[in-house]
């Protein structure tokens, strides 16, 4: 009897190209504390935000995550038709079904793909990008274009002092795909279900509404649906964070072969200014290894927050492609994902020419 038929693809990959779409509007934590009981002051010492941008106009999920999507795959010199998968990383993707990876792939031109979400809370990223070198490694696609879209401020409560002033929106996108030297490490990765509810929304849909209650709710200003928002325990969060994150972040170094004095860059989750400094110093990282603050004016914007804060870096000359950074993402699950990588090379450069 003949055997089934196995593949093995290329056991090094990396990342080969970086987009970024930014929203237009940029919002101001005076701007926030209009319906918010908080201040400026408050926000800043608390969590490192100053700003944060929201969609406006014609910006949705969908042309932000294909805008982001174009710009990696033309920074990355791969023609788009080599395309062999997409995944989106997203948590406020306004449907469930259908989800939003055939659509993006179909905006982009390339409908047909396999295309699928991950919804890893904030560690989407972190677990969309293992799953796309593992894809690689498999074979099962020879480049995947891994997307990390939010449109936080659309699931936000504005009148919630433990959210409204973290969230934000945006796209950034990655190509992965073959490499000379390997780029990314296994994934370190790993969830809390215990403390799941530590960042939730105030409605269940199912558990909520049996189908004669629904039935009485259909029309939109009434219906619990279109109310549904993001909550969040930020204190417990910040107490799981800080016993969690350092044992990850040994175990991401330790999985990479590398350790902490081979770290030029550190690009964590951007949730929170102060937890990112605590993991610094923690890690023993010196202080003028860069890391990531993308939060100050763009906020939290969940599972696009790497490839944004990514993309800051590279685009403004903080960090170079080629160097060794150090990612880690975590929020919602709870969970969280790392890994160690080499850096794609700075927005409009398909090499690290930029490394100097
Ligand atoms: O991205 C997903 C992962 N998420 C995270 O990692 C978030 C982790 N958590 C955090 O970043 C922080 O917990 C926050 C920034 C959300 C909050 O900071 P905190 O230092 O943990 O504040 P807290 O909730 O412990 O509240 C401290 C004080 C309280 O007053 P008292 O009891 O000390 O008098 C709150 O009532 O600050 C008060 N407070 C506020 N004051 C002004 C809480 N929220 C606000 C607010 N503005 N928005």
Redesign the pocket.
């Known amino acids: 009897m003949a055997g089934i038929a196995a593949k093995t693809g290329h056991q090094n990959v990396a990342m080969l190209g970086i987009g970024a779409y930014r929203p237009r509007r940029l919002v101001s934590n005076d701007e926030i504390c209009d319906v ?4 400026d002051e ?2 800043y010492e ?2 490192g935000i100053r700003n944060r941008r929201w969609i406006s106009g014609d910006e949705n999920a969908r042309t932000m995550a294909a805008e982001a999507a174009r710009r990696a795959i033309a920074n990355s010199g791969i023609p788009p038709e080599k395309i062999g998968a997409l995944i989106l990383a997203t948590n406020s993707w306004k449907t469930k079904i259908p989800h939003g990876g055939p659509i993006v792939a179909y905006d982009i031109g390339l409908n047909g793909i396999p295309a699928y979400d991950v919804a890893a ?2 560690g989407g990223f972190g677990y969309g990008l293992g799953i796309a070198a593992d894809t690689v490694r498999a074979g099962s696609a020879e480049y995947v274009l891994l997307v990390g879209v939010e449109t936080m401020s659309v699931v936000m409560e504005p009148t919630d ?7 934000g929106d945006g796209a950034g996108a990655v190509v992965v795909g073959p490499s000379e030297e390997n780029g990314i490490s296994p994934t370190v990765w790993g969830s809390d279900g215990e403390n799941a509810e530590a ?1 939730g929304q105030n409605l269940d849909i199912p558990e909520y509404m049996d189908r004669a209650e629904r039935m009485q709710h259909l029309d939109p200003e009434t219906d619990p649906v279109g109310r549904m928002y993001v909550t ?7 107490r ?2 800080a016993i969690t994150l350092p044992k990850a972040l040994s175990s991401v170094l330790e999985t990479s072969g590398l350790a902490a004095d081979d770290i030029e860059v550190f690009v964590p ?4 200014a ?2 990112n400094e605590l993991m610094k110093k923690n890690l023993g990282l010196a202080d003028e290894i860069p890391m990531a603050n993308d939060i100050e004016n763009t906020g ?1 914007t ?1 599972a696009a ?1 790497i490839p944004l804060a990514m993309e800051e870096m590279l685009a403004t000359g903080k960090a170079k492609g080629g160097q060794t950074a150090l990612l880690l993402g ?3 699950g ?1 969970s969280y994902a790392g890994a160690v990588v080499t850096l794609p090379p700075a927005p409009g450069r398909t090499s690290f020419d930029d490394l100097g």
């Open positions: 918010l009981d908080s201040s408050w926000i608390r969590s809370g904030c002092r433990s959210t409204a002033f973290i969230f960042i969040m325990e930020g204190s417990k969060v910040f799981w964070a989750h951007q949730a929170n102060r937890i939290n969940s927050s975590f929020g919602a709870l």
